[in-house]
């Protein structure tokens, strides 16, 4: 069993760096994105990976929450890992604030399960769960200069400057928009798993010109991450092939953007979840939950 990780790492060198040493393993690659804003993160991971021929840094942009910059990167992996001619049978999507709860070698038997098939856990929009199904996510547009969010048509006006500014982007700008090609929409959790053959297919899909469209539609949709691969697969040859599950354990708090930092007292749900990763950990916030499962994993291992 082969296995590609895209690892998209922001803070906490250390971390980074333990998650890659865990996963480590024979027939392993890494291909790592450092956001553009952490340098010091960045020079860290490189210099203690410098001898692993496993681990490609691939180029890095600057990630801004919740935009299109997430699906960005992982294409830039994808372009980076096709670009390679590794042969492999899944890559995994991963964020270095993710981490195993349990060994290589039950992550490597349990895909084996699922040998050409793609795991992405997924659902037509309307979504139940999202603020208007999630439509308003697709049908505004979402515009962010550093660290201002622009929306068209706008929610509600906060200022004289915000109505003026509604008024220009009217004058270019449809006021409900479509993603085109007929294309019916999918959500779903940011993070999948997917085997070569649909990594090739995603790689070559985005240099067409309907792929050239969808990549456009989507630039300006508002947690992007959590539509776009979700949407091209799901309307793709390898509809038929996708298994709708998530390999992640992760603890949605009602009624918030992001979810709950783990820590040592989630230990029990954890291991009982049953899944294969779980979502976040914050070293600087609680580095005891991730020496219990190592503890856990080196006792899967014995």
């Not at 929610?155 to 400057?161: G, L, M, T």
């Not at 998530?246 to 049953?274: A, C, M, R, V």
């Amino acid at each position: 069993m082969r296995i590609v990780y895209f690892v998209m790492a922001h803070k906490n060198a250390e971390q980074v760096i333990r998650l890659i040493n865990r996963l480590d393993d024979e027939d392993v690659h890494f291909f790592i994105h450092v956001d553009l804003k952490a340098n010091d993160v960045y020079q860290a991971v490189c210099a203690a990976l410098a001898d692993r021929p496993n681990c490609q840094f691939v180029k890095r942009i600057r990630a801004a929450w919740a935009t299109f910059d997430l699906v960005r990167i992982p294409l830039i992996c994808i372009k980076a890992l096709c670009d390679s001619g590794l042969s492999y049978d899944f890559a995994v999507k991963l964020s270095a604030q993710d981490y195993p709860l349990t060994s290589n070698a039950v992550i490597k038997q349990t895909l084996s399960g699922y040998t050409g098939k793609q795991l992405i856990k997924h659902a037509p929009l309307p979504i139940d769960a999202w603020v208007d199904g999630g439509w308003r996510r697709v049908r505004r547009y979402y515009f962010t200069f550093g660290s201002k969010l622009v929306v068209y048509p706008p929610y509600k006006f906060e200022s004289s400057i915000e109505k003026m500014v509604a008024r220009l982007l009217s004058l270019f700008l449809l006021s409900e928009r479509k993603i085109p090609h007929g294309y019916q929409v999918y959500g779903g959790e940011a993070w999948w798993c997917l085997t070569q053959p649909c990594i090739d297919y995603v790689n070559q899909f985005v240099t067409t010109p309907k792929g050239r469209d969808i990549l456009r539609a989507f630039h300006f949709t508002r947690n992007t991450a959590e539509l776009f691969m979700h949407t091209v697969v799901m309307n793709s040859p390898f509809k038929d092939t996708v298994v709708n599950r998530n390999l992640h354990y992760i603890d949605w708090p009602t009624d918030q953007h992001n979810p709950e930092i783990l820590d040592k007292t989630d230990f029990d749900k954890l291991i009982e979840s049953g899944q294969l990763f779980a979502r976040k950990f914050d070293v600087s916030i609680d580095s005891e939950i991730l020496d219990m499962l190592d503890e856990h994993i080196k006792q899967v291992e014995d």
